[in-house]
T-cell receptor, first 112, second 118 residues
Framework: DAKTTQPPSMDCAEGRAANLPCNHSTISGNEYVYWYRQIHSQGPQYIIHGLKNNETNEMASLIITEDRKSSTLILPHATLRDTAVYYCIVRLSSSNTGKLIFGQGTTLQVKP | GAGVSQTPSNKVTEKGKYVELRCDPISGHTALYWYRQSLGQGPEFLIYFQGTGAADDSGLPNDRFFAVRPEGSVSTLKIQRTERGDSAVYLC????????????????FGAGSRLTVL
């Protein structure tokens, strides 16, 4: 599975959009981009995933560049409860195991 | 159950002791995963079960670590001769299947078992 690079930390003002970048320049054509987040003292929580098209759900939007070498997770109106570590993971859809490999992630601090 | 349940939530033991950590996955989920998370680090993969069998145990650090899932549901992670370096949060996750055509591999995690080895 391809490696991802994320900034270690970011701040965001409450109510504003949080844009979390992820670089995955070695991604291959059949690898998906997943985002999970981990709130303090909890297990990681799935947010969203995509292959090449932009995706949106009730939690967030995922914007993937045309060359697929980077993506951005957007939380449109960040709240204090969105303070967490956000993990960007690239995974081969046809992998014979389901494991996800987590990196260090981005610690997002939402400030009042 | 409604979510992934892990017991105990906290375990304090002494160096050299044997420890068992239990995971109850979501009912019907065939895939089960164990991860370990040290302070300030992302979760580190340990082992993955598909049904009763360990499909990938490449993350187990050494032979003191062992996991079982005898009936394809509940899993137990066993650690022998614990060392201080084993102190971490042990996370369990489950998913409905190992992969889908949409590429979705949504793992649902439990809250973890915090192990402290004194």
């Amino acid at each position: 599975d391809a490696k991802t690079t994320q900034p270690p930390s970011m701040d965001c003002a409450e109510g504003r959009a949080a844009n979390l970048p992820c670089n995955h320049s070695t991604i291959s054509g059949n690898e998906y981009v997943y985002w999970y987040r981990q709130i303090h003292s909890q297990g990681p929580q799935y947010i969203i995933h995509g292959l090449k098209n932009n995706e949106t759900n009730e939690m967030a939007s995922l914007i993937i560049t045309e060359d697929r070498k980077s993506s951005t997770l957007i939380l449109p109106h960040a709240t204090l409860r969105d303070t967490a570590v956000y993990y960007c993971i690239v995974r081969l859809s046809s992998s014979n195991t389901g494991k996800l490999i987590f990196g260090q992630g981005t610690t997002l601090q939402v400030k009042p | 159950g409604a979510g992934v349940s892990q017991t105990p939530s906290n375990k304090v033991t002494e160096k050299g002791k044997y420890v068992e950590l239990r995971c109850d996955p979501i009912s019907g989920h065939t895939a089960l995963y164990w991860y370990r998370q040290s302070l300030g680090q992302g979760p580190e993969f340990l082992i993955y079960f598909q049904g009763t069998g360990a499909a990938d145990d490449s993350g187990l650090p050494n032979d003191r670590f062992f996991a079982v899932r005898p009936e394809g549901s509940v899993s137990t992670l066993k650690i022998q001769r614990t060392e201080r370096g084993d102190s971490a949060v042990y996370l369990c996750a489950s998913s409905p299947t190992r992969m889908t055509l949409s590429g979705a591999n949504v793992l649902t995690f439990g809250a973890g078992s915090r192990l402290t080895v004194l």
